[in-house]
T-cell receptor
Framework: GNSVTQMEGPVTLSEEAFLTINCTYT??????LFWYVQYPGEGLQLLLK?????DKGSNKGFEATYRKETTSFHLEKGSVQVSDSAVYFC???????????FGTGTRLQVTL | EAGVVQSPRYKIIEKKQPVAFWCNPI?????LYWYLQNLGQGPELLIR????????DSQLPKDRFSAERLKGVDSTLKIQPAELGDSAVYLC??????????????FGPGTRLTVL
């Protein structure tokens, strides 16, 4: 079946540091890949997505590249801010199915 | 544009009591989802509706959970009776299309249920 594995948190960084959150997946067919972010007290928000191999999703300074050869979709940001503190979820949707399969989430805490 | 609306935001009940959660999706979104999010975990799908039809309820524990979307717009998820292990966040999401071109899912803020 489908599964998503994320690096465990929490990840604690100083402001302006470089961020990488690893995500690997197992899926049948050619899944679409997503990163969602959950700020404290709020619902999940779509951060970025990629629908085919080698696509790069980007938004708000965050990027992730769909790597079929390594089945990965790592999230990166060159310079994090305190306001980026949140829980980040990697997810996949396989083929025409609507169901999203999520990872367990990675908590990011950015300090001054 | 209003997002997905859920109520209540928080609910505390004693075990064996019933509880219901309400969701109003984004206007025009035909597909509605209910997810369960346990503490420290990612959301897991409970049920998916296409208009008023439940097209995927394979993960819904039907002995105590039920859901409806009578007019194909808002939806209610019910637990009766609640158990201690039901304490979690219940998320509702909606999307504009499904089938051949499933669209982005937009999530509500969730209902945090505590069963004592």
């Amino acid at each position: 079946g489908n599964s998503v594995t994320q690096m465990e948190g929490p990840v604690t960084l100083s402001e302006e540091a470089f961020l990488t959150i690893n995500c690997t997946y197992t899926a049948t067919g050619y899944p679409s890949l997503f990163w969602y972010v959950q700020y404290p007290g709020e619902g999940l928000q779509l951060l970025l997505k990629a629908t085919k191999a080698d696509d790069k999703g980007s938004n708000k300074g965050f990027e992730a590249t769909y790597r079929k050869e390594t089945t990965s979709f790592h999230l990166e940001k060159g310079s994090v801010q305190v306001s980026d503190s949140a829980v980040y979820f990697c997810a996949l949707r396989s083929g025409t199915a609507s169901k999203l399969t999520f990872g367990t989430g990675t908590r990011l805490q950015v300090t001054l | 544009e209003a997002g997905v609306v859920q109520s209540p935001r928080y609910k505390i009940i004693e075990k064996k009591q019933p509880v219901a959660f309400w969701c109003n999706p984004i206007s025009g979104h035909n597909t509605l989802y209910w997810y369960l999010q346990n503490l420290g975990q990612g959301p897991e799908l409970l049920i998916r509706y296409e208009n008023e039809e439940a097209v995927d309820d394979s993960q819904l524990p039907k002995d105590r959970f039920s859901a409806e979307r009578l007019k194909g717009v808002d939806s209610t998820l019910k637990i009766q009776p609640a158990e201690l292990g039901d304490s979690a966040v219940y998320l509702c999401a909606s999307s504009a299309a499904s089938g051949k071109s499933p669209d982005t899912q937009y999530f509500g803020p969730g209902t945090r249920l505590t069963v004592l």
